[in-house]
């Protein structure tokens, strides 16, 4: 087995100590979790931590943001799928059902927001998080309206919207709130955002209709 190279060995830390964080705070939180305990689960001394994240919170956001970026695949890869329109719509919405309320990385989303009430570094952080979060929201709207034949314009137009960024932001922010309820009762349905997808989407396709 060839050796690594200082890079490649860097990277492998930097992975590995992501892990072992991405697994401390979605099981204990992020207050309950240490630098220690992070560096102890991957095998590594707490210096190795801070020489790679620097702190804590920064840590903790790079954790979310591959949280974000796995889970926002995972929809964009079902709404851009070559299923039709419908098909895809509601495997979006299968997805939703089965991911709001997962209690430990709502919680986790949760517990670093109420940290960074008083502190704008942090603050900074959860509102860069939310806006690529929304943007990814937004092209997946954009790719589903594109495909009935739409473009934001005539959405605009039409009265339907008045942009894709604020329908996506209605999304985000409907599915952030059911995603906490959820995580403290999970029997609540998905229904109303669910719901409102398919509507939306229902609606776009009578005005594709209508323009053929």
């Not at 890079?7 to 072992?20: I, M």
């Not at 240490?34 to 790079?62: H, Q």
């Not at 943001?65 to 889970?71: G, Q, T, V």
């Not at 943007?135 to 589903?144: A, H, T």
Request: glycine share 8%.
């Amino acid at each position: 087995m060839p050796r690594l190279t200082r890079v490649q060995r860097q990277e492998q830390t930097r992975a590995e100590l992501l892990d072992a964080a991405k697994t401390r705070f979605l099981e204990h939180g992020y207050a309950s979790t240490s630098l220690e305990d992070i560096a102890d689960d991957a095998g590594y001394s707490k210096g190795a931590v801070y020489s790679n994240f620097g702190s804590k919170p920064t840590l903790c956001r790079e954790v979310l943001e591959a949280i974000h970026r796995e889970k926002f695949a995972e929809m964009s890869e079902l709404a851009m799928s070559d299923a039709d329109v419908p098909s895809r719509v509601e495997a979006v919405n299968a997805w939703l059902e089965r991911t709001a309320g997962d209690v430990g990385w709502t919680m986790l989303e949760l517990e670093f927001v109420v940290l960074s009430r008083n502190d704008p570094e942090l603050g900074q952080m959860i509102t860069d998080l939310r806006n690529e979060a929304a943007q990814m929201v937004v092209e997946v709207l954009r790719s589903l309206s594109t495909d009935l034949g739409l473009g934001e314009e005539q959405l605009v137009a039409a009265g339907v919207i008045d942009s894709l960024e604020d329908i996506g932001n209605l999304f985000l922010s409907a599915g952030i709130g059911l995603g906490i309820q959820r995580a403290v009762d999970p029997t609540l349905p998905a229904r109303p955002v669910t719901g409102a997808i398919t509507r939306l989407m229902n609606l776009l396709a009578l005005l594709a209709a209508t323009q053929d």
